[in-house]
Every structure is written in structure tokens, then in C-alpha cells.
């Protein structure tokens, strides 16, 4: 089984709509993140979380908000999608500040 | 200011050569860390190798190295031998400062094609 992963895999939504990504783990780390991928751009952080009650704003947080239900859970929602928040979504988890581990990555269209 | 940047948007190898990836950082901290990632089509993100600012020696995991110059603030992946399998993007990241800082910058990446 694999250690991050991510629901769903592959999201369409129309402009407007509120969604959710969820991310879990299973590597016992202590650290999660969220980051959005385009072409070109390599990865951006949104937000990350050092624990569940320590949740920082990365570099591109506007428009998104994240939730820290437990060690293992983080999940990230865009509140209202709009077309330019189309991206590949990429979770990941890192014991301190060490080696980030990401999940499969989650391909999101915004109609 | 850019703080990874990678100048070869595309590299092509022939099989079982080797081949050097560029990646070169800017930051004025001494403590810092430096990460390259592999993503094949399928989309994932791989790590593969972590160079830390204070390491003597140039990191190796199998067929990866990872020559590190920091009075050139650079750190090139070598990937020796390579095969049709290592056909991806690559991402150079640094993450700077102390442990409690998760600002790890990446790179735009290296699409590496592998010739057979």
C-alpha cells in the first residue's frame, strides 16, 4: 500500500464550486504539506502543516484553506474553484524538516 | 529572485551513457538542503538524492550522484548508465535555513529523454 495518498486522483468542477482533497498517510510524519504543480513553474507551496494545531501559509495560499483532522489527514479545499486554480495537486509528508514524500498527485480541470 | 534554476528545459542521452543535469541555487543562509525528484509520466513525485549544505562529500544513491560545488552554488545530478526507465522530469529543491522552516523552493525541471 502507499504510504501518501490522495482522493480523488482526477476532479472536473465548474467555476464556482467549493471542493475538497484529501490527503493521508501512513509514514507516521509529523509534517504535511500542499502544493499545486504547473508547467513550466515546477511545484509551489500552499500550506503546510508542522502538526494539528500548527498550520502555516506557504507561497501561493489565496484562495485555498486546508484542515488538519489528525496526524495521518490533510485535507485542502478551494473555497470557490476558478478556471486558473487548474493544476496537479501534490500532497506530502516529511519527519521535521527532512526529505518530503509525496503522494500520487491529484489532476484538478476547473471548468 | 529565483532560487533554483534549472537552464535545460530538455536533455536527451543515448542509453547506458551518462548524463549531467544542471541545478544551481541561490541563498545567503549556511544551512540549507538540496533535493532532486524524478517525475515519469505517470505523474508522481520520486525523491532521489539530498545533498545537505554542510556534507564533505558529493551524495550517491545507486546510479544517482549528485555533484555539489557550493563555492559555485551549484548541484548537478549525474545520472550514470543511463537507462530507457530514467525518461522523466527532474526537479532540483532546496529547502534553506533552520529545521523548523518548510519553504523548499523547486526548480522549473529537466525533461530528460532517454535515446535507446
Known amino acids: 500500500d502507499a504510504d501518501v495518498t490522495q482522493t480523488p486522483r482526477n476532479r472536473i468542477t465548474k467555476t464556482g464550486k467549493r471542493i475538497m482533497l484529501e490527503c493521508s498517510q501512513t509514514k507516521g510524519h509529523d509534517r504535511m504539506y500542499w502544493y499545486r504543480q504547473d508547467p513550466g513553474l515546477g511545484l509551489r507551496l500552499i500550506y503546510y502543516s508542522f502538526d494539528v494545531k500548527d498550520i502555516n501559509k506557504g507561497e501561493i495560499s489565496d484562495g485555498y484553506s486546508v484542515s488538519r483532522q489528525a496526524q495521518a489527514k490533510f485535507s485542502l479545499s478551494l473555497e470557490s474553484a476558478i478556471p486558473n486554480q487548474t493544476a496537479l495537486y501534490f500532497c506530502?509528508?516529511?519527519?521535521?524538516?527532512?526529505?518530503?514524500?509525496f503522494g500520487p498527485g491529484t489532476r484538478l480541470l476547473v471548468l | 529572485a529565483q532560487k533554483i534554476t534549472q537552464t535545460q528545459p530538455g536533455m536527451f542521452v543515448q542509453e547506458k551513457e551518462a548524463v549531467t543535469l544542471d541545478c544551481t541555487y541561490d541563498?545567503?543562509?549556511?544551512?540549507?538542503?538540496l533535493f532532486w525528484y524524478k517525475q515519469p509520466s505517470s505523474g508522481e513525485m520520486i525523491f532521489l538524492i539530498y545533498q545537505g549544505s554542510y556534507d564533505e562529500q558529493n551524495a550517491t544513491e545507486g546510479r544517482y550522484s549528485l555533484n555539489f560545488q557550493k563555492a559555485r552554488k551549484s548541484a548537478n545530478l549525474v545520472i550514470s548508465a543511463s537507462q530507457l526507465g530514467d525518461s522523466a522530469m527532474y526537479f532540483c529543491?532546496?529547502?534553506?535555513?533552520?529545521?523548523?522552516?518548510?519553504?523548499?523552493?523547486f526548480g522549473a525541471g529537466t525533461r530528460l529523454t532517454v535515446k535507446p
Open positions: 541563498t545567503s543562509d549556511q544551512s540549507y538542503g
Open positions: 529543491a532546496m529547502r534553506e535555513g533552520q529545521i523548523r522552516n518548510n519553504d523548499m523552493r
Open positions: 506530502a509528508t516529511s519527519r521535521g524538516g527532512q526529505t518530503q514524500y
